[in-house]
Structures are given as C-alpha cells and as structure tokens.
C-alpha cells in the first residue's frame, strides 16, 4: 500500500442556508485519501457524508477549508478548471444518477470522454476496455434505462473510470443491490485500487461494505472522527 494522498482535504466547512434555517454540515472536516487504499466512511444520518462527498468531488464549493488533489488545490480554481480538473481526476458513482437513461451504454461511458475532447480511437478502445472488465461486453447498445440495478451500478462506476481518474468516490454504491450483485460491485471496486492504483472513497451504512476497506472513517457532527 502507497502512502502519498491523492486526496488532501482540511478546514473544511459547510453551511446550508434555507430560509431562516441555517444547518451546519461541515465544521472544520478533514480527511486524506492515500493512493492505492480503499477508505469507507461511516457515520449517522446527517452527520456530512454525502457533503463531505460533494465537497472532495468538487460540485459544491465549501466556505471555508480546501481540497487538494495530485498536490493541486481544486477549491479556488475559476469554475471551468474546476469542471476540467473534475472530468480527467475524479470518479463519482453517486446512487444511480450520472446516468443518461436515453444513451446506450456505451455512449454514458464514450460521454465523459467526449466531453473531454479525446480522440475517437481513444475513446472506442477505452469504452470496449471497460465494458469487457465489467462484465458488460453484449450490453453495448442497449439504453440504460432498460438495464437491471445491477447493471446500472456497473455502469455507473464504468462512468466514473473512463479518465482513468486518481479518485474514485462512491456514495451507498450498493444500496439498492442484493447480496450477491453488491458483492461482485465490491469485487470490482478491490480490482479498481490494486489495478490502477486509484485512492477509493465509500460511503455506506453497510457494513459488509466497511469490511472490506482498508481503512475505515466515520463522521459525526460534521467532522472525521477515526
Ligand atoms: N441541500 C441542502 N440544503 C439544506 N440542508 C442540507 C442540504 N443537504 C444536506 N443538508 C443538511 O446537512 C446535514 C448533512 O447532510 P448530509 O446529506 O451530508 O448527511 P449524511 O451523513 O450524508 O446523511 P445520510 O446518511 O442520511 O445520507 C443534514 O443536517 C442535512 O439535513
């Protein structure tokens, strides 16, 4: 196991504001995500999970604190770095939503590196690459929507690879699978840090989930505790 972080983060807040209600859901967070080591963060309903997610994953912009990845601060670059940094570095699997239900699979997975502006061949073998490693190879052509949880899950993480991202993070990624589906998610996600070395972020009120992680986390209150 390497021990360099491709994922920094410290100081970080977040504060919700509806209305008159103001919910603190990050105070002062931290955490590091070391290459290579699959990390599973565990915690109470409402204790900044998905926050701490949306934060590391770069879609929501914290008040205060930062995150760096590959030694580059991500939180203060102007909005479309930010977003290029996030295609080509970051890896997101966030409960079924990343998904075009009209595009067939392999345009979901072919998108993001279209939207990246990679080469057409790269792009085709990438795509074929993937689909064969997730057991999708004779599901290319067929729309999303017409697709099992299961399956759906796998392409959503296929998604989440195609750039060959540094992080991968993954919030309840087998919460609406059975036992043996979600096993064979979890398999896939073992072969995604010994393989390509990518530092992996789970989120999970599973425990089966947290044993098979590396190193495990759990936040209350808006802050990592060990
Ligand atoms: N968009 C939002 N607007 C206002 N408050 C929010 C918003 N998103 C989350 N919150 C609040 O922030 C706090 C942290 O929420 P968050 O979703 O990060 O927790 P969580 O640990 O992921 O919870 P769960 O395990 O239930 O998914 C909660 O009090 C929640 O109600």
Partial sequence: MSTAAAVEADGLYVIYRERDLETVALRGAEIA???????????PSGSGKSTLVHVLGGLLEPSGGRVVIDGEDIT???????AQRRRRRIGMVLQRDNLHPLLDVGDNIALPLRLD???????RSR???????LGLSDRARQPVGQLSGG???RVAIAVALAA???????????????????????DILAR????????ILTVTHNPSVTERADLRLRMRDGIVIE
């Fill in 33 to 43: 995500l070391p290459e290579g080591t699959w990390t599973s963060l565990m915690g």
């Fill in 164 to 186: 060959r991202p540094t992080v991968l993070l993954a919030d309840e990624i087998t919460g609406e699978l059975d036992a043996r589906t979600a096993t064979g998610v979890l």
């Fill in 76 to 82: 203060r670059l102007p909005p479309a770095e930010r």
């Fill in 151 to 153: 399956e759906a899950q």
């Fill in 192 to 199: 995604v840090r010994d393989d390509e070395g990518a530092a």
């Fill in 117 to 123: 502006g990679r080469p057409a061949p790269h792009i």
């Fill in 127 to 133: 795509v074929r690459e993937l689909l064969d490693s």
